[in-house]
């Protein structure tokens, strides 16, 4: 039996990073987003965001890819919005997501951050966090092309 112990910090937004998610709503989505991956064995630990913006912390198993996850994660939760009615337009996620592995020793810390995300987003947007992202994290940003 291969023992896995690989945790991931990912974040995705609404489409076109529009500010959907009131907090009339935002919790029901967020705990169905973390109800939802544990019913499909996501080994999720915390699940919270802000108005435009999820950020969730959780393990991977052996046989579980990044790529995977996400698409459980996003795809399913899209479609419960939808279907409880929750925006009065169709509600998409953006295609992009970030995800970075987290060292056991910075578990806690991440975790506390993503509990925080409302205070947190009283002193700084999402766009500078994005920004601060790409820069601490190295990653290059390509434009996503439009699907329509």
Same mark, same amino acid.
């Given at each position: 039996?291969?023992?896995?112990?690989?945790?991931?910090?990912?974040?995705?937004?609404?489409?076109?990073?529009?500010?959907?998610?009131?907090?009339? +709503?935002?919790?029901?989505?967020?705990?169905h &987003?973390? /109800?939802n991956? %544990?019913? *499909?064995?996501?080994?999720m630990?915390?699940?919270?965001?802000?108005?435009?913006?999820?950020?969730c912390?959780?393990?991977?198993?052996?046989?579980q890819?990044i790529?995977?996850?996400?698409?459980? +994660?996003?795809?399913?939760?899209?479609?419960? &919005?939808? /279907?409880?009615? %929750?925006? *009065?337009?169709?509600?998409?996620?953006?295609d992009?997501?970030?995800?970075?592995?987290?060292?056991?020793?910075?578990v806690?810390?991440?975790?506390?951050?993503?509990?925080?995300?409302e205070?947190?987003?009283?002193?700084?947007t999402?766009?500078?966090?994005?920004?601060?992202f790409?820069? *601490?994290?190295?990653?290059?940003?390509?434009?996503?092309?439009?699907?329509?």
């Amino acid at each position: 039996m291969p023992f896995v112990k690989i945790w991931v910090h990912a974040v995705w937004t609404t489409k076109n990073k529009e500010t959907l998610l009131a907090k009339t +709503i935002r919790q029901a989505v967020f705990e169905h &987003i973390h /109800q939802n991956a %544990l019913n *499909k064995d996501i080994l999720m630990d915390i699940v919270n965001g802000y108005s435009e913006h999820v950020h969730c912390l959780f393990r991977l198993k052996n046989d579980q890819t990044i790529s995977k996850v996400m698409q459980l +994660i996003k795809g399913e939760s899209s479609f419960w &919005i939808n /279907q409880q009615k %929750l925006m *009065k337009s169709k509600f998409q996620w953006q295609d992009e997501y970030f995800a970075v592995s987290v060292s056991e020793s910075q578990v806690n810390t991440v975790r506390k951050y993503i509990q925080i995300q409302e205070e947190h987003h009283k002193k700084k947007t999402f766009m500078q966090e994005y920004e601060e992202f790409i820069q *601490k994290y190295g990653f290059q940003v390509f434009q996503e092309k439009d699907s329509g």
